[in-house]
Every structure is written in structure tokens, then in C-alpha cells.
């Protein structure tokens, strides 16, 4: 092979056709920048055994693969659309040289996780300090900003409320974001939700108590199920007592 030919091979740049994290429901593009494509050589983009495009034509049957390259450019991509679990895998791009030179990127898939810790509701005194947790993980990026809000508002700008604090922290496989109230006010009560940048907000009910403390909010729900014990127990020593009467 002369030098003329040998420019003409396709080289795969590795560095910039890396592998690919997309969250459930989201979108991922997966690119290959390949080098010295012929004007009659032909890129496509397959799975295991199943051919999904060829140029511009779509072979997949669902819909969801859409083949993209811009005139000139070295960059040809596949972007899969409302990414599912099933989605994760091997894929190949292929260029229809003789033969046929192939690189393969591997698509993972994960499913974000948001939660308050504690909820769905919560219960505190009045002029207590309210402390709110709200931990992300599996997120398929790390998300810059996770907002509080109540009643509609961020509550962190909130100038009316006095006493509320947020910090963030990034630790390896996670983000926590910390919200608290000092000396909370029955105004404070409703729904607080934790946004994070990207993902699904999730939602608490706080609840301020006026020194009201109803024995299943105490007990965590062992008050309703301790009643039918303190009945038995009631009519036992009625018994009891009815014996020693006789």
C-alpha cells in the first residue's frame, strides 16, 4: 500500500468516541469521530448482532435510534432517544471498508435516585431547628444546584423567613443537599420539595406541632398498633378483679 492508499484508511479517534452514561428516560449520543472516510464508504451503527443504521437509513423498528452527521464533519453519532434499562450494551460504529474497520462503545445505563430522609412527612415542635436531608445517587452527572422550595418559593431568597440555611455536599457516589430552619414556626408547615438540577423532584410534608403530641406521631405509628394490646390487657385485670369480688 502506497502512501497515496494509506491516507485513505479510516482511523478511529478513541479519545474523542467514548463511552456513554445516560439516565433512564433521558437521551444519549453516542459519537465516533473517524478520520480519512471515503466519499464512497458508508458509516454505521449496530448492537450485538442487530444492525440499527446505515447512513442515513434506520433499520431499528422502535423509533428511538436516530443516525446523525453534519457534511465534512469526522464526527458521526447515534442518538438514542427516552433511553431504557434495556438499552445498556455494546454498540458498534462501522465503516464499510474491505474490510470493514469497527470501534465499539459501551452505553450504561442508571437510574438517579432523589429522597428526603424521613419522609414522606415529618413532625417537629414549635421552635425547634427543622432539618432536612435530600440525597442523590446513581445521577449520571453530578448535578450543580439542588433547590429547596416552599409554598413556590426558593427558600433560601425567601427575605420573609429568617433563620433558613442550605449547604451542598459531593462525595463519591452521592450528592446531599442540607436544608434547616431555626426555631420553626406553625407558617413553616406544608410541603417542601428538593429539586436537583435534571432529576425529579421529590417532596416532604412537615408537620409544627403546637405542643400537640398524638401517641402515633410519638411512636412512629406503635400507638395505634399498642391499642388493641392495652384492651386485652384492660380486660384481664376486670377479670381479674371480678374473680376476688366473688
Known amino acids: 500500500m502506497d502512501r497515496a492508499q494509506a491516507l485513505t484508511v479510516p482511523e478511529f479517534d478513541v479519545h474523542q468516541s467514548p463511552n456513554v452514561t445516560a439516565r433512564v428516560n433521558g437521551s444519549a449520543l453516542l459519537t465516533c469521530r ?23 437509513i434506520v433499520f431499528a423498528g422502535d423509533g428511538r435510534f436516530e443516525p ?16 431504557q434499562p434495556q438499552d445498556a450494551g455494546r454498540y458498534f460504529c462501522q465503516v ?6 469497527t470501534h465499539f462503545i459501551h452505553l450504561s445505563v442508571v437510574e438517579p435516585r432523589v429522597e428526603i430522609i424521613g419522609g414522606p412527612e415529618l ?19 453530578v448535578p450543580k444546584h439542588v433547590r429547596w422550595t416552599h409554598d413556590n418559593k426558593l427558600v433560601q431568597f425567601d427575605r420573609a423567613r429568617d433563620g433558613v440555611n442550605v449547604k451542598i455536599s459531593y462525595e463519591r457516589d452521592r450528592t446531599i443537599s442540607f436544608f434547616s430552619i431555626d426555631r ?6 406544608g410541603a417542601y420539595f428538593c429539586d ?20 402515633a406521631m410519638q411512636t412512629g405509628g406503635v400507638g395505634q398498633a399498642a391499642a388493641p394490646v392495652l384492651l386485652l390487657l384492660s380486660a384481664i385485670i376486670n377479670l381479674y378483679s371480678a374473680c376476688f369480688a366473688v
Open 34 to 56: 473517524i478520520r480519512n472516510v471515503g466519499s464512497r464508504q458508508v458509516v454505521s451503527w449496530g448492537r450485538s448482532l442487530e444492525l440499527l443504521t446505515t447512513g442515513q
Open 196 to 215: 436537583p438540577d435534571g432529576l425529579s423532584q421529590v417532596k416532604v410534608i412537615l408537620h409544627v406541632l403546637n405542643g400537640e403530641h398524638p401517641a
Open 96 to 101: 464499510s471498508t474491505t474490510p470493514p474497520v
Open 184 to 189: 420553626v414556626l406553625p407558617s413553616d408547615s
Open 68 to 83: 446523525l452527521h453534519q457534511p465534512h464533519s469526522e464526527d458521526w453519532a447515534l442518538r438514542v432517544l427516552a433511553v
Open 123 to 141: 413532625y417537629i415542635d414549635r421552635g425547634s431547628r427543622a432539618n432536612l436531608t435530600c440525597v442523590i445517587t446513581k445521577a449520571h452527572k
